[in-house]
């Protein structure tokens, strides 16, 4: 069962920018932390952000400044807004979302909650 729905990569040059989305099938979810993992090439797997059912927000050290990440509880969806984007930004993008806490990017607990399918972000040059 597919419990969160992912859009809004693509490609882009550096120095663009792309808004994610991602939407949570259920009213659990608006009360859920959400936020963002990403695996770029030849790397482990990142937390990028995340965000409390309070509007917390907490980021990698690598975005902090580029990327913003949002919630709208109402219709169970958070954006991550990417911008400045460098092309060591490229890599699959995930949405994770699950009542852990504490809430936090890269929390090892949010790992293992409910994850998206991902979607691609490619930066060229």
């Known amino acids: 069962q597919e419990h969160l729905v992912e859009s809004g990569g693509g490609s882009v040059q550096a120095g663009g920018s792309l808004k994610l989305s991602c939407t949570g099938t259920?009213?659990?979810?608006?009360?859920?932390?959400m936020g963002w993992f990403r695996q770029l090439k030849g790397k482990e797997r990142e937390g990028v952000a995340a965000?409390?059912?309070?509007?917390?927000?907490t980021y990698a050290d690598s975005v902090k400044g580029r990327f913003t990440i949002s919630k709208d509880n109402a219709t169970r969806t958070a954006y991550l807004e990417m911008n400045n984007l460098k092309p060591e930004d490229t890599g699959m993008y995930y949405c994770t979302a699950g009542g852990v806490r504490p809430c936090y990017s890269g929390s090892p607990y949010l790992a293992s909650a409910h994850w998206g399918k991902g979607t691609q972000v490619t930066v060229s040059t």
């Open positions: 965000i409390d059912r309070d509007g917390a927000t």
């Open positions: 259920d009213s659990r979810y608006s009360t859920y932390c």
